[in-house]
């Protein structure tokens, strides 16, 4: 603390120009928001993973988005640029929220100051309705604001206690991207405090660069203040299916035919298409939900001991009160001549709340029995239509099954590339039609090693069977990894780094750049 206290202090006294960066109120305001307490710091040291851990020297409590902008100044201006990153819920798996010597940025701090001001939703006769949002909120608090108004972003993540910034940062995605792309496609405009402590608000029109740059930049180019996002008008129910295949060759057809009906007025297109595995390894309703009825699970045990893995399709499918007549019908046109296994066939038919907050009864339950905050060995890849079946006789089949040790769920299925923007920095696969897989694995604290060791393996055959994997959420510590990580885009990456944040001071954690210029 005293280090970073110094060197801000000495940024105050620095005449660059006539008058100096900061003022004494500038530092006044924020040194005392620096905090160094052994528990804060901890807290900052940890993340989901909880399988990397840097300390940070300080972590800083904002109560406002000028409270940021003149720390990142700070230390943009300081003779020795310390590394600031903004921690959202921390729900990162790889350190990638962290600041090792640096300063952790609490936007849960800045969420309790601007609670109930920092969402709200208007309509502009070009955009439609939209929210605009701090980057510090969660998205269950986006939809209970927005649903106030008959409304809803059409675009989300399976699990809602994750904040605006940090799934922008990556993309944000779920079931409903093949449709409406992830959430990076749906954010209007963005403000964004820049590695040199500038406050831009940019978008598709204005400071198109660092609009392009922040969405899917993990954090290197600006910390998101506030995102404009699209709203539509909010379905009311939703009819849930679940079918289940013992054939990934008929699986993957059968999802890639139902995502090829993916326009965003298109009625008779479905709303949410996902897909898991179903394995011996773990129970047949895993924490992130329970679907099967009980009297059910014998005969569907019987069957994963037959088959090893079992494939189950994921869709919805919204309804209100003037489509409720249809639904059924809409349903039953899109599923007639599925190869799933006959007599496999599962529905439900739930509010749209409980839709997309489907992971927090899980998570709650997890919580109450002290296994939520254990590690997470996650390892989530984008791959290619082209090589997904590979994939599934190498890995699933082979890598996955041999080891035996996977637990918890394992999601498959396909999403349409030309629902995300190039200019974005998220690094996709260059195929038209690509899957997401996470293997989205809990351990002991003594054991998650032997995940990781099982996600090196599939890295590994993945690149000697030339697999053209891209990680999502990635977690990679080579420049070399990172090249290959951004591919084509990466000298890009590297120009706008240059431009946005040349001391290479936001979010160290990524181990993107090492050296603070
Ligand atoms: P953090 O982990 O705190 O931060 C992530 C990165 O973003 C860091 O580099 C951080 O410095 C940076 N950052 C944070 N806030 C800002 C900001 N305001 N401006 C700029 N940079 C910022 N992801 C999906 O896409 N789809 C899913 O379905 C999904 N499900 C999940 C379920 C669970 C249970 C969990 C734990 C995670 C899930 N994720 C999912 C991953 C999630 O999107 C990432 O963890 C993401 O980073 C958001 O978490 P966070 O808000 O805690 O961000």
């Given at each position: 603390l005293v280090t970073i206290t110094r060197l801000i202090y000495t940024v105050g006294k620095t005449e660059q120009w006539k008058a100096p960066i900061l003022t004494e109120l500038d530092i006044d305001n924020i040194s005392h928001k620096l905090h160094d307490d052994p528990e804060i710091i901890q807290m900052a040291s940890r993340d989901y993973g909880h399988i990397v851990h840097e300390f940070p020297l300080a972590v800083f409590r904002p109560s406002s988005i000028d409270d940021i902008a003149t720390l990142?100044?700070?230390?943009?201006?300081?003779?020795?640029p310390f590394g600031i990153a903004a921690r959202g819920q921390g729900h990162s798996t790889h350190g990638q929220a962290m600041a090792r010597d640096g300063v952790v940025v609490d936007m849960a701090n800045l969420r309790k100051q601007r609670n109930g001001v920092a969402i709200s939703v208007s309509k502009d006769p070009l955009m439609g309705h939209y929210a605009d949002?701090?980057?510090?909120?969660?998205?269950?608090?986006?939809?209970?604001t927005t649903l106030k108004h008959g409304l809803a972003p059409v675009s989300w993540t399976d699990y809602l206690y994750l904040t605006v910034g940090g799934t922008l940062s990556n993309a944000g995605i779920s079931g409903q991207s093949f449709r409406y792309g992830p959430q990076i496609s749906n954010v209007h405009e963005m403000d964004v405090i820049t590695g040199k402590g500038e406050f831009v608000t940019c978008s598709s029109q204005k400071n198109l660069e660092l609009f392009h740059a922040v969405l899917g930049g993990l954090?290197?180019?600006?910390?998101?203040?506030?995102?404009?996002?699209?709203?539509?008008p909010a379905p009311?129910?939703?009819?849930?299916?679940?079918?289940?295949?013992?054939?990934?060759?008929?699986?993957?057809?059968d999802q890639?035919?139902?995502?090829?009906?993916?326009?965003?007025?298109?009625?008779?297109a479905l709303d949410f298409l996902e897909g898991m595995l179903l394995m011996n390894q773990g129970p047949i309703n895993n924490w992130r939900s329970s679907f099967f009825p009980l009297s059910d699970h014998p005969r569907i045990s019987s069957l994963i001991t037959e088959h090893?893995?079992?494939?189950?399709?994921?869709?919805?499918?919204?309804?209100?009160?003037?489509?409720?007549?249809?639904?059924?019908?809409?349903?039953?046109?899109?599923l007639q001549g599925l190869a799933y296994i006959p007599g496999f066939y599962y529905e439900k038919n739930v509010s749209y709340v409980e839709f997309l907050n489907r992971v927090r009864s899980g998570e709650l339950k997890l919580q109450s029995q002290g296994l939520w905050d254990v590690p997470h060995p996650w390892l989530n890849l984008f791959i290619p239509k082209s090589q997904i079946?590979?994939?599934n006789s190498r890995v699933f089949k082979d890598i996955v099954l041999k080891r035996n040790i996977s637990s918890g769920p394992v999601l498959v299925y396909p999403?349409?590339?030309?629902?995300w923007d190039d200019r974005m920095s998220a690094s996709i696969p260059d195929e038209e039609v690509f899957y997401t897989v996470g293997f989205l694995h809990s351990s002991g604290f003594d054991t998650w090693k032997a995940y990781d060791a099982q996600n090196s393996e599939i890295l590994e055959f993945c690149r000697d069977a030339g697999i053209k994997v891209k990680q999502y959420l990635p977690n990679h510590s080579t420049q070399e990894d990172w090249t290959n990580h951004f591919g084509a885009k990466w000298i890009k990456f590297l120009e706008r780094k240059h431009q946005f944040d040349p001391r290479m001071i936001l979010s160290p954690g990524q181990k993107i750049f090492h050296k603070q210029l």
């Open positions: 990142i100044k700070s230390s943009y201006n300081s003779f020795a949002v701090g980057g510090e909120q969660l998205w269950i608090d986006v939809l209970h954090g290197q180019f600006g910390v998101i203040a506030r995102a404009r996002i699209a709203l539509e009311k129910r939703v009819k849930w299916v679940r079918l289940l295949y013992s054939d990934f060759f008929a699986f993957t057809k890639e035919r139902l995502i090829s009906i993916n326009g965003r007025k298109q009625k008779n090893s893995i079992l494939y189950c399709l994921e869709v919805a499918k919204y309804y209100d009160e003037q489509t409720e007549i249809n639904v059924d019908k809409e349903i039953q046109v899109l079946l590979d994939f999403t349409n590339r030309n629902k």
